[in-house]
Every structure is written in C-alpha cells, then in structure tokens.
C-alpha cells in the first residue's frame, strides 16, 4: 500500500519546523531503511535511475565519450564534459583523476564503438560506483537523453540496506517536495513488489534532524 501524500506533507512540514535557518538553501534528503534484504548479495542489490517530476536545485551533470559528429551534438545537447578516445587513455593511467571523474558527474554516456576501450580502461573505476556509460550509436541525437538524465536521480544500495535520495532543496514548495519523494518511494515499492521489506523512512534538510515518515 503506498505512502499518503497526506503522510509526506505531514512530514515535510514537521521537517522544516526542525530546521535552524542557514544562509543557504539546504538540501533535502530521504533516507529509506530496508530489512531482510542484502545487498552483499546480488538479488539484493538495487540500483535505480528515477526521473524526478521537479529539478532538484542543480541539474544532474552528464558526461559523453564520443568524438566527431556525436561530440558536437553533445556540446551543443549540454553536456558538461565531452571526452574522446585519448582522453579515455589518459584516465587510464591517471586512476586519481579517473575517481575524481566519477565522483564529480552523475551519469555517462558513450559512443556504442567506445564501450569495449572504457570497459577495459574504466570499469574498475566506474564499475563499483554503478557509473559504467549508456552506449549511444553514433549517429544518435544525445539532447533528448541528455535532458533526461539531467532530471534523473540514481538511488543505489551500498554496502548496508539503505537507500539515500537527494529530493530537493527546501526553497522548493511542500508540494514539489511531496512529488519527488512519492517518485521515489514509487519506483522503491516497484522494484521490492511492495512495502514489506521497507523498515523506516525519513526526511531531512542538510542541517536538521532526521524526521520519520509514517509508513
């Protein structure tokens, strides 16, 4: 049975009333505590892209391996970083840049013919982090795809069964808030064919405490 909406709204307002006032817009976050799950374990790894309904403050940043006509459309698409295939063997001999990289973007996308090189280059790093690119052919328009991962959240577990989810910024309305986090808990119910397996939820601001949401 999902979450009410009734619920979310009941705690963000709980949550903003636990916030101290900052400078800044402080980030919101939900955190998802999960039992009988594993995630040492293959079947209990989860790893998802959600598309969130409103920007979250920031656009997700999209990095493209690709060079020539693929590249051009990709500066012109957005992108934020466009490498080619020198590029890729730089990274490999530069493994401290290469982290760097992975860290600093949330998504990549590569030219189909580029794959193999990356995966053998790349994969020990962007691998674990659950980062290996989308193949894309090189004929392909990347604006559409682009677009869409700028507005796409990853929520993956880690080493323990919790999954973290940055929803928002709190100059967002209750509402707009209450949308990201249903997409979330959505595509969570979705992907565990229900609630069962969800022990806790929570929401915070950057600087706040955690508040429960009733499940």
């Not at 402080?26 to 989860?46: A, F, T, W, Y």
């Not at 659950?130 to 796409?152: Q, S, V, Y």
């Not at 929401?203 to 429960?212: D, E, N, Q, S």
Request: hydrophobic residues 35%.
């Amino acid at each position: 049975m999902p979450i009410s909406s009734e619920n979310l709204l009941k705690a963000i307002k709980e949550m903003r009333g636990n916030s101290p006032q900052r400078k800044f817009a402080q980030g919101v976050d939900l955190s998802i505590n999960l039992r009988d799950i594993d995630p040492k374990k293959p079947e209990g790894r989860i790893d998802l892209d959600i598309s969130l309904p409103h920007e979250v403050g920031k656009p997700y940043k999209v990095c493209i391996f690709g060079e020539g006509e693929l590249a051009r459309r990709a500066r012109d698409a957005g992108a934020d970083l466009v490498l080619g295939r020198a590029d890729i063997e730089t990274l490999q001999q530069e493994r401290k840049r290469a982290k760097k990289l992975s860290d600093e973007f949330h998504f990549f996308l590569a030219q189909a013919d580029f794959m193999v090189r990356i995966g053998k280059a790349l994969g020990p790093v962007l691998g674990p982090r659950g980062k290996m690119p989308k193949p894309i052919p090189p004929t392909a328009d990347p604006k559409p795809l682009i677009e869409h991962l700028k507005k796409t959240l990853k929520v993956r577990t880690k080493d323990q069964p919790t999954l973290h989810a940055h929803i928002g910024v709190e100059n967002m309305s209750d509402e707009e808030l209450a949308t990201n986090a249903r997409a979330v808990l959505d595509a969570i119910e979705h992907r565990l064919d229900g609630l069962s397996k969800v022990r806790s939820i929570h929401l915070k601001t950057t600087m706040g405490k955690p508040v429960k949401v009733e499940v």
